[in-house]
């Protein structure tokens, strides 16, 4: 069960309204997901997304994969939906002409590659074009407001998807915020990113979609909270703002105080 969370409860509780389906690059159906653990696939490099590299998935969650770059280590791993435009069939790449390359760190000597790549090809489990998707098509603009609720993929976390806030807008990009998370966790991303979702996304794919945090969120007025300070239930809608530098990238601690609120624990 995903945490007992209920959007419909916390959208009442917290006043607030989702993003419209309209305003994210995502279909309005996720797409079925028929990978299965050990296929091989071609994936972009994302730590050098000009190479495209031999990738097996080691896993799967909802409409995402998680795959592993081969010759890569295991603490590299990423995930993509299914209709990413950033994976395909093996012989995509050399179809359109390319070459593919080792992954950025391969663990062998490079001179290496062609027959590691040969071996790593051979007698593998192919995934077949028919279960990759079409990437949608992007909304034509950025119409995020400032409060919208959304699902999003914590990307210190990236196997979470969280319940997420608009904090601000900055032209095509959008300040995606966890709620109850004081700002650790925030990012920017254009108003197209995959990463982001419609309020409903998790139960449709059957994704895990993650209870809110517990830190509380202090308007604005009130100053920046310290480490340890005030906690309360994160009802507030109001996104964390003005954090000092010391304080980014901070993991909160664990839940500490018993909360009521629209999930169970
Ligand atoms: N292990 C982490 C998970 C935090 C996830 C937050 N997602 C917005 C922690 O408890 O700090």
């Not at 730590?47 to 795959?67: F, K, Y």
């Not at 480490?227 to 839940?255: C, F, H, I, L």
Request: proline share 9%; glycine share 10%.
């Amino acid at each position: 069960a995903a945490g007992h969370f209920s959007w419909e409860k916390y959208l009442k509780e917290t006043g607030s309204t989702a993003a419209p389906s309209s305003c994210f690059k995502q279909s309005l159906t996720p797409p079925l997901n028929e990978f299965k653990v050990g296929m091989k696939l071609e994936a972009q490099d994302p730590r050098n997304t000009t190479s495209t590299c031999i990738a097996t998935v080691v896993g799967l969650t909802g409409s995402r994969l998680r795959l592993r770059l081969d010759g890569s280590d295991n603490k590299n791993d990423f995930w993509r939906l299914v209709d990413s435009s950033e994976i395909q069939p093996i012989g995509s790449c050399e179809k359109s002409g390319g070459m593919l390359q080792p992954p950025l760190g391969f663990r062998l000597n490079a001179s290496s590659w062609p027959m590691f790549l040969l071996k790593t090809l051979n007698g593998a489990e192919m995934a077949p074009s028919r279960i990759f998707h079409k990437e949608p098509p992007a909304p034509e603009q950025n119409s995020f407001q400032v409060g919208m609720k959304l699902e999003a993929v914590d990307r210190k976390n990236p196997h979470f998807i969280c319940p997420g806030t608009v904090g601000a807008l900055r032209g095509v990009e959008v300040l995606v915020t966890f709620d109850g998370w004081r700002g650790a966790f925030d990012y920017y991303c254009r108003y197209d990113s995959r990463d982001i979702f419609p309020v409903g996304w998790c139960a449709l794919t059957g994704d895990n979609l993650q209870p809110p945090g517990t830190k509380a969120v202090l308007p604005k007025s009130l100053g920046t909270p310290t480490e340890g300070s005030v906690e309360t239930p994160a009802m507030n809608p109001t996104p964390t703002v003005g954090r000092p530098p010391g304080q980014r990238g901070r993991k909160p601690g664990r839940r500490k105080t018993k909360i009521t609120g629209s999930w169970s624990q």
